[in-house]
T-cell receptor, first 111, second 112 residues
């Protein structure tokens, strides 16, 4: 069974803090993605990675960075958290067959 | 640029009745199209996809979707709705890059 796990289900951080969201997949997938989900906006792509140490900006990369040091792990970093980054963050992975598999999500609240 | 539209924020249907959740897309060439479902406080679960071939695609939990190239639509359907189908449904398209472009989502409410 496919599995994508995210390090936290809920996080509360303060404005200006550096925040790390971790994602791990056990399917040996090449591609990994970070999206944020906001009501009425659907899912928007922040960054994706198609190989170790490779990354590409998505539609809303501002205020975020990513790291992929190992194939199974893709980290999203909020360098200095702001209240407008309060959101649900979803990680996904995919292999050659296109279908993306999602983790359970991390609900981040920035105060 | 590719885009997806889900024109209905919410769809209400009685249990046992057929349901349709609408999706239209805008992309050049031949798209890859997907439907996902999200239950409360959960990630997205894959339902079905269209890559090529038969325009009617069957997926999980009795759902199916019809690809219509002339109308650029990919509507999700189910012959008989269940209360447990109540959830948030997302249509997505992939073309030209590995990531997906999602619609804004449609909340399906099935009443007993």
């Amino acid at each position: 069974d496919v599995k994508v796990t995210q390090s936290s289900r809920y996080l509360v951080k303060r404005t200006g803090e550096k925040v790390f969201l971790e994602c791990v997949q056990d399917m040996d997938h090449e591609n990994m993605f970070w999206y944020r989900q906001d009501p009425g906006l659907g899912l928007r792509l922040i960054y994706f990675s198609y190989d170790v140490k490779m990354k590409e900006k998505g539609d809303i990369p501002e205020g975020y960075s990513v790291s992929r040091e190992k194939k199974e792990r893709f980290s999203l970093i909020l360098e200095s958290a702001s209240t407008n980054q309060t959101s649900m963050y979803l990680c996904a992975s995919s292999g050659v067959k296109e279908t993306q598999y999602f983790g359970p999500g991390t609900r981040l609240l920035v105060l | 640029a590719q885009s997806v539209a889900q024109p209905e924020d919410q769809v209400n249907v009685a249990e046992g009745n057929p349901l349709t959740v609408k999706c239209t897309y805008s992309v050049s060439g031949n798209p890859y199209l997907f439907w996902y479902v999200q239950y409360p406080n959960r990630g997205l679960q894959f339902l079905l996809k269209y890559i090529t071939g038969d325009n009617l695609v069957k997926g999980s939990y009795g759902f199916e979707a019809e690809f219509n190239k002339s109308q650029t639509s990919f509507h999700l359907k189910k012959p008989s709705a269940l209360v447990s189908d109540s959830a948030l449904y997302f249509c997505a398209v992939r073309k030209g890059r590995r990531a997906l472009t999602f619609g804004s989502g449609t909340r399906l409410q099935v009443q007993p």
